[in-house]
Every structure is written in structure tokens, then in C-alpha cells.
């Protein structure tokens, strides 16, 4: 082998900042790059917000100057009267009786927790449930014990000396803590959590059972060999049965139902009006970002003798900026428009009618590449008459049908309709429900049904019997 020299011509895509900057914020969320624009605005001097209104909205600085001077010399005596300025009735007196001044008085009493958890969950229950001043504090301790599956990580003892109560105190206040909401909750092992919820249940054979075996081996238990533990137990194998069935439907990690995170609030990004017949998609201009350039301080930096460096360079990050959000917000009207175009049936006639539609479609009618509807459809969402949708709900796989192709979400709709229209003491397999969507035209597998139904959260056949009363979830929007 030896070195040699090639010449070739070739196109290569430079990923200029600002092409990176218009990517980035193409796959932002409306919060986020309100807050991006935020911080932005903060920092750069050559950004304003843009009011929709012609005026710059800046003051010139000379007449600034002048009525801060004017505000200066109003008091020659240098002094603020509250009385001349009507402030003096702002500011009372205080007095001994304040609840601020209170010693006994919290002020986070009324506050709201920044989060929801097991914590909160149990400090609600510990504040109304009558404990002295010492069990509420060891109550409380014990609540701040706790992980993410409910477990009391801390030693009681410990927990005990630090606030200066007897053992027994200790122990009687976490059994009380055990058998709140959600019960089970503070125990330091599997066992007692287990055992814990099994003490709130009605006192029959089958509990009394699962208390031993609980109690007893749970390796055993976990083996679940029936006979073995009704040998250890000295029990029948059928109550050692009926009690294995009631462990099972304990929780393990009582903190896992109580939920920790935050609320987290969805703003559409896009409006579906409806104008001379036909359903239009136009971005919502109350939480849109719209900036400007400050022409006061570009008009001084264009006049001034010698420009400055970092001037310079805000000045051009603020067009930069403006640009590319010039840029998505066109992308994202363009592609909303073009999902829209494809989905007038279902805005008419409901989740039925959807369209199968994915990632190519778009992208070749919009002319951009299937990475860039990807970004354009994340974290976005259409407020619409059927609801607040995301964008990527209206993408869903095509299952072969006589008249050409149904979407995965019709025919999810479909399923539901024929087990709510369904005689509840005979209901429909999934054989039979594939079976008549089959003879619908449309080409659906057993398999695919059962996966489409528990995707709804609605139960088999079997449990559906009887029950008049079920409620199938809506699909996942």
C-alpha cells in the first residue's frame, strides 16, 4: 500500500449555530421555550417582547432623565412623607394579638406542598388523627423516615432517643402509622408490611392463615408450594390455597400508590377553527414567544464611534433568535396543517374515521425530512373540539381493510363499540370480536385484538360477564 492524493466533489451539510439553534428549538415545548426566550430576554439587552403594538415601547432616555429629575426635585426636603403619597393606611401598627407575631403560629400551615408524595400523604392523616404533642413528633419523624416504596429506612430507636420517648410510645405510634392510607405503610420489612395490611381486614380463617404464613418463611411463601406450607403450618391445603390468593393481592410497596410527582399542565400549541367549511390549524398566539429587536439600543450601537464587541454579538444572537423562531413557527403551522389536511373525517365524524398516517406522509408534502416532523410533533399539542390532542396521536399504523386501510386508533374504537353494544351475559371473545371485524373488511388477528383491548384496559371476556356497570378507558391521546 502507499499514500495518495484524490480529489472529490461532494455535499455536505454544515450544521451552522444557528441551524443547531433552529433544530433545538424546534423540539422545544411551548413552557420550555417560553422559558427559554425568558432567560434570553434577561440577558440580551438587543430582545424585546413583542406586544403586537407598532411602537417601540422603549422611552427615550432623555426623557427618562428628564422625569427623574422632576421626581427628584418634587421634595426639596429630601424627605417621604406617607401621609402626602397615601401609603400611611399600608402600614398598621403591630400588635400583640397579630397571628404573625404568634409564637404558635405557622406560617406554612396553609402552604402548598411544592409536590405530592407518601410523605405529604401521611402528615395530611398524622395532623388529624389526635396524637399528644410527643406521638405527633415521632409520627412525623417516622413520615420523614420513609423511602419511595413506603419502608421505614430510620431506626425506631433511634427515632425514640432523638426525641426523647419511650420505646413503647414508638411502637404504638407505628402501628397506628401502619394502618393508614395506604396500609402497610412505615414497615421495616416485607413481613410486617404484609401482616400489617392483613390486621385491617375482617377476621375470618383464610386471614388468619395468611398471618401465619406471612409471619412463618417467606421463602416458602414466595415458592408458593401449597402442600409444604400447609405440612409446616399444620393447616389443609385448601385454606393454605385461599390464603396464598390473599397475599397476592396485598402490595409489597404501599408508597408506589401514592403518586410523587408533579401535576404537569399541557398548553396547546396549536387552535382548530373551523373556517368556510373546513377545519384550519392556527398557532396559538397567546402563549406564541414574540420578539423584537430593541431599535433604541441597535440605533446607538449603528451611530456609535467605535462599536463594542459584545454589543455586537447580542445583536446578532437577537436576530438569530428571531429568525428561528420565525422559522418554527412556520414549520410548525406547515406540518399541523398538513396532520389536519389528512385528518377532516375524524374532526367530523370521530376516532372511527381516523386516517392511518405516519412520519413519511407528512414530511413529503411539507418537503422536509422525517427527523424534522419527528421534532415539529414532539411535545406539541392541538386544542381541538374532541379535546386537547397531541400531534403524534394522529400518526398510527395502517391494518389492511376492504375499502383500502383503517388506522390502528379506528379500529381501537371500533373494539370499544362492539363490547359496550355487547350483551352482558354473553360477551364477546376476542375470536369474536376478530371474527367480525373480519367479515367488516377489515383484516384483524385474535392477538391484535387482545392487544388493542388491554391496551383500553378493558378486561377478557370472562371478567366482563355480568358487569353492566364496566367503563372501558379512552385510548391514550
Known amino acids: 500500500m502507499r499514500a495518495s492524493l484524490q480529489l472529490r466533489l461532494g455535499q455536505q451539510l454544515a450544521m451552522t449555530p444557528q441551524l443547531r439553534q433552529a433544530i433545538r428549538l424546534l423540539q422545544l415545548s411551548v413552557q420550555e421555550l417560553q422559558q427559554e426566550v425568558h432567560q434570553v430576554l434577561e440577558s440580551n439587552v438587543m430582545l424585546l417582547a413583542d406586544d403586537g403594538s407598532s411602537e ?34 399600608d402600614w398598621p401598627e403591630s400588635s400583640s394579638a397579630d397571628n404573625w407575631q404568634d409564637s404558635g403560629f405557622d406560617i406554612m400551615e396553609n402552604m402548598a406542598a411544592a409536590e405530592g408524595g407518601i410523605r405529604e400523604h401521611l402528615l395530611w392523616q398524622i395532623r388529624l388523627s389526635g396524637f399528644s404533642a410527643d406521638e405527633q413528633a415521632v ?14 429506612t430510620e431506626s425506631l430507636d433511634d427515632i425514640c432517643k432523638a426525641l426523647e420517648v419511650d420505646a413503647e410510645t414508638g411502637e404504638r405510634v407505628l402501628h ?22 392483613l390486621r385491617l381486614l375482617p377476621p375470618s380463617r383464610k386471614r388468619d392463615v395468611a398471618l401465619e404464613l406471612v409471619q412463618a418463611d417467606l421463602e416458602q411463601l414466595v415458592r408458593a408450594d401449597a402442600e409444604k406450607l400447609a405440612q409446616q403450618l399444620g393447616r389443609s391445603v385448601d385454606d393454605v390455597r385461599a390464603a396464598l390468593d ?37 398557532l396559538n398566539a397567546a402563549v406564541t414567544p414574540r420578539l423584537k429587536l430593541n431599535e433604541q439600543y441597535a440605533r446607538m450601537l449603528r451611530q456609535a464611534a467605535t462599536r463594542s464587541p459584545q454589543m455586537q454579538a447580542q445583536l446578532q444572537e437577537a436576530r438569530w433568535l428571531i429568525r428561528s423562531l420565525s422559522v418554527r413557527n412556520d414549520t410548525l403551522i406547515r406540518v399541523s396543517q398538513a396532520i ?51 400531534l403524534k396521536y394522529f400518526f398510527s399504523s395502517q391494518i389492511p381493510a376492504r375499502d383500502g386501510g383503517r388506522s390502528s386508533v379506528a379500529v381501537r374504537a371500533l373494539i370499544r363499540r362492539l363490547i359496550d353494544q355487547e350483551n352482558s351475559s354473553r360477551p364477546l371473545s376476542d375470536q369474536k370480536i376478530a ?35 364496566r367503563r372501558p378507558s379512552s385510548p391514550e391521546r
Open 435 to 469: 371474527a367480525i371485524l373480519t367479515d367488516e373488511g377489515i383484516q384483524v388477528a385474535r392477538r391484535t385484538v387482545t392487544k388493542y383491548r388491554e391496551s383500553m384496559r378493558i378486561p377478557a371476556s370472562y371478567d366482563r360477564k355480568g358487569s353492566g356497570n
Open 139 to 152: 409520627a412525623e419523624a417516622i413520615a420523614d423516615g420513609l423511602n419511595d416504596d413506603g419502608y421505614l
Open 246 to 282: 390473599l397475599v397476592r393481592s396485598l402490595n409489597p410497596k404501599p408508597g408506589t400508590a401514592v403518586a410523587g410527582q408533579k401535576t404537569e399542565y399541557v398548553i396547546p400549541d396549536v387552535l382548530l377553527v373551523k373556517r368556510e367549511g373546513r377545519w384550519r390549524a392556527e
Open 340 to 390: 389536519v389536511d389528512r385528518q377532516q373525517a375524524y374532526f367530523d365524524q370521530g376516532e372511527t374515521a381516523m386516517s392511518p398516517l405516519i412520519l413519511r406522509d407528512i414530511a413529503e408534502e411539507v418537503e422536509l425530512h422525517e427527523s424534522t416532523v419527528s421534532r415539529v410533533t414532539a411535545n406539541k399539542y392541538l386544542h381541538t373540539h374532541r379535546g386537547t390532542l397531541s
Open 56 to 89: 417601540s415601547g422603549e422611552t427615550d432616555v432623555a426623557e427618562a432623565t428628564a422625569e427623574s429629575d422632576d421626581n427628584a426635585n418634587a421634595d426639596d426636603s429630601g424627605d417621604f412623607d406617607l401621609d402626602h403619597d397615601g401609603l400611611a393606611d
Open 176 to 197: 397506628r402509622v401502619q394502618a393508614m392510607d395506604p396500609p402497610g405503610v412505615g414497615a421495616r420489612n416485607l413481613a410486617e408490611c404484609l401482616a400489617a395490611q
